[in-house]
């Protein structure tokens, strides 16, 4: 930190630049792309459909599922081979949760509800950009929820507290704490931390995390409207 | 959109549910006059409602019945004169459902030989329209039989132009939420068929 500026010339409570595209496959039900600073990550929504395998389902509510994956080639040192490791399952497990909690299952027994969610590229902060893409791609596929979820992660660098830390924040910063909020309620359905943290400097990082998380949302329903004020002839045609 | 506010007391409105007293909706949609239309969204089965579904297996003593949704309904021998084959097309009507969403058909009738159109179940009441105004006017223009189940699938009959057909079909599905619509759709049908 040099003059209250960051390592990218950010401020504290700046978010980094968020773009997000509803509707970019043919085949999901619903599906969104974001690219949040140099993350650039797939949302695919799949459902409600037939759970399988049948062992799984439930009587009384949908199945949420969640598939986390890396690409090979998305950056990150450790990810020379793709496939389910310990990382990707913990966060395929703390994205599903979070939607459990706002998606009205209740309406679809017997059935599951795929989230995909391919990184292509990533740059800290891979997890919140995934449910908020995720969440996009939710709402597209029209799938009754409570709320249009949306996560960021707050850091402490340089005994500090900020918002949205990119890649070398996050590896070489004191803490790292991702949340993910409901809007609505003001509810945290996602919270993990790395590091330490003081009780004020938790204060603080969630105060953060929530005016962050109110642009997050913005994002999101310009993304939505988009689908439907500028409609597509080809879905995936996202350049040109 | 999902957790905005539609109306500031607890009202019971489709699609929407209700916290601490006040509304809120659950699903991207148009809201008017106490009304939540969703612009997207997989198909609820209910009673009575007529829909086109392919027969997915011949049992014993009826039908599986794919109905475009999670749950494959059931069509028992009882109820029909005719025989199916898996993968033919009917038209049927909701006979019962319940909370497990075991759907039962009844009043079957086979479908001619024709093309299955997918199209969100939430647009149909679109490309039905007003007394079946948008239907008649692309079995005018085309010649083409349409049948619109409720639950997504449309049916075209192709004895005419069934590529422009499905290609009014699915302009209807991609402008569902616009105005004007059925202004646009003939002018389309009617360029196109000069053309």
């Keep these: ?240 | 959109m999902p957790g905005e506010m539609v109306s500031d007391k607890p009202e019971r409105i489709s699609y929407a549910f209700v916290d601490k007293g006040k509304t809120y909706s659950t699903v991207v949609g148009l809201f008017s006059e106490g009304k939540l239309v969703p612009l997207e969204g997989p198909y609820e089965p209910l009673p009575d409602d007529l829909i086109v579904g392919i027969v997915s297996e011949v049992r014993f003593s009826g039908y599986s019945v794919d109905t475009n949704s999670a749950y494959a309904a059931f069509l028992s021998s009882r109820e029909i004169r005719e025989r199916y084959e898996m993968g033919d097309a009917i038209f049927a009507r909701i006979t019962k459902t319940d909370e497990t969403r075991s759907i039962e058909l009844g009043d079957a009738k086979k479908l001619p030989e024709g093309r299955l159109v997918r199209v969100s179940a939430v647009k149909i009441p679109r490309i039905i329209g007003k007394k079946n105004s948008m239907v008649d006017m692309i079995r005018a223009n085309t010649g083409c039989e349409i049948v619109a189940g409720r639950n997504g699938y449309v049916w075209i009959i192709g004895k005419g132009d069934s590529n422009l057909a499905e290609k009014a079909v699915r302009m209807i599905e991609a402008q569902a939420h616009t105005h004007g619509l059925t202004d646009r759709v003939a002018a389309y049908l009617k360029s196109s068929k000069k053309a």
């Design chain 1, 1 to 240: 930190m040099v003059n209250g500026k960051r390592i990218d010339g950010r401020g504290v409570e700046d978010v980094r630049p968020m773009k997000i595209v509803a509707r970019v496959l043919n085949d999901a039900e619903g599906s969104a792309y974001i690219e949040w600073g140099k993350n650039k990550i797939l949302a695919g929504v799949y459902g409600p459909r037939e759970c399988i395998p049948r062992h799984d389902q439930s009587l009384y509510r949908a199945v949420v599922k969640c598939r986390y994956n890396m690409a090979p080639f998305s950056g990150a040192e450790e990810h020379g081979r793709s496939g389910p490791n310990r990382r990707s399952k913990e966060l395929s497990k703390v994205i599903k949760e979070a939607f459990e909690n706002v998606i009205i299952s209740e309406n679809f027994p017997k059935t599951e509800i795929s989230i995909f969610v391919e990184v292509l590229q990533s740059d800290g902060g891979t997890r919140c950009a995934a449910v908020t893409a995720a969440a996009v791609a939710l709402a597209d596929a029209g799938i009754p929820m409570k709320d249009l979820i949306g996560a960021v992660a707050v850091c402490k660098i340089d005994g500090q507290m900020a918002v949205d830390p990119g890649k070398e924040e996050d590896n070489f910063g004191e803490s790292d704490m991702p949340i993910a909020f409901s809007p609505r309620t003001g509810e945290v359905l996602l919270f993990q931390m790395d590091g330490n943290l003081s009780r004020e400097e938790l204060a603080r990082g969630l105060e953060l995390a929530r005016n962050a998380s109110a642009k997050i949302r913005e994002v999101q329903m310009e993304a939505i409207r988009k689908v439907y004020d500028e409609p597509k002839e080809d879905r995936f045609l996202l350049i040109g």
